[in-house]
């Protein structure tokens, strides 16, 4: 922009440079997405769009799912996009979209068996028992995480989802072969594969029994 102005019988001119890049200040405080739409609609869409093609990739490179014709008479689930920017120190450091199974939309023994909605987790006595043990004989105690560790095991039964909005249209839908995160067998699907690959490499299973006494499990 030129403004021009007179005094003196001189001429000044005055050049304004504005910029074409938007002010958005991202901030550990600033408001994640709360659904697709919003995540297109902000300055930062570029990056969304970037992190969805990301986790459809990942998803396709796990055989998560089959896309197939629309079934006439079975449930389809619908999913959803959750969208979360993650900062380390202050700064951003990567803007991560996960897709997951709206659990609520699941039909009672048709897309999940209700003996599989829970899994066992380590009770914390166990895990204060675990420290104990380490400290007294000076072991070395490791975790690790599993990346993506619930879209590893084979899921039971047939379900079927909706594709995500903006990856295909309404005659197809996903058959899903593995557990997604958000399924109310994800966290059994999880604990099946897990254990079986900690059996394979030669781990055994600590079992607990609330009607006999711990040392009769331990020697049994």
């Known amino acids: 922009m030129v403004c021009e102005a007179s005094g003196g019988g001189a001429l000044f001119a005055f050049i304004a440079f504005t910029s074409n890049e938007p002010s958005f200040n991202l901030?550990?405080?600033?408001?994640?997405?709360?659904?697709?739409?919003?995540?297109l609609a902000a300055p930062d869409a570029d990056e969304w769009s970037a992190?969805?093609?990301?986790?459809?990739?990942?998803?396709?490179?796990?055989?998560?799912?089959?896309?197939?014709?629309?079934?006439?008479?079975?449930?389809?689930?619908?999913?959803?996009?959750?969208?979360?920017?993650k900062f380390e120190n202050g700064a951003l450091v990567k803007h991560k979209a996960r897709l997951v199974a709206r659990g609520f939309t699941q039909v009672p023994g048709?897309?999940?068996?209700?003996?599989?909605?829970?899994?066992?987790?380590?009770?914390?006595?166990?895990?204060?028992?675990?420290?104990?043990?380490?400290?007294?004989?000076?072991?070395?105690l490791r975790q690790f995480n599993v990346s993506a560790a619930y879209l590893h095991g084979d899921i039971d039964g047939e379900v079927y989802m909706d594709l995500p909005p903006g990856y295909g249209n309404s005659d197809s839908v996903w058959l899903l072969l593995k557990g997604l995160y958000g399924l109310k067998q994800a966290r059994w699907i999880w604990h099946k594969q897990l254990k079986a690959d900690m059996e394979a490499l030669g781990y055994v299973q600590c079992l607990r029994s609330r009607s006999l006494p711990h040392w009769y499990v331990a020697q049994r």
């Open 27 to 39: 901030t550990p405080l600033t408001p994640d997405p709360r659904a697709i739409g919003e995540a």
């Open 110 to 140: 048709v897309d999940y068996n209700k003996a599989h909605l829970y899994a066992p987790v380590m009770r914390p006595e166990s895990f204060r028992s675990l420290i104990s043990i380490a400290t007294l004989f000076d072991l070395d």
């Open 51 to 85: 992190a969805m093609d990301t986790e459809i990739s990942n998803l396709r490179n796990l055989n998560v799912f089959r896309t197939v014709a629309r079934p006439i008479s079975q449930n389809v689930i619908t999913p959803k996009w959750v969208f979360h920017r």
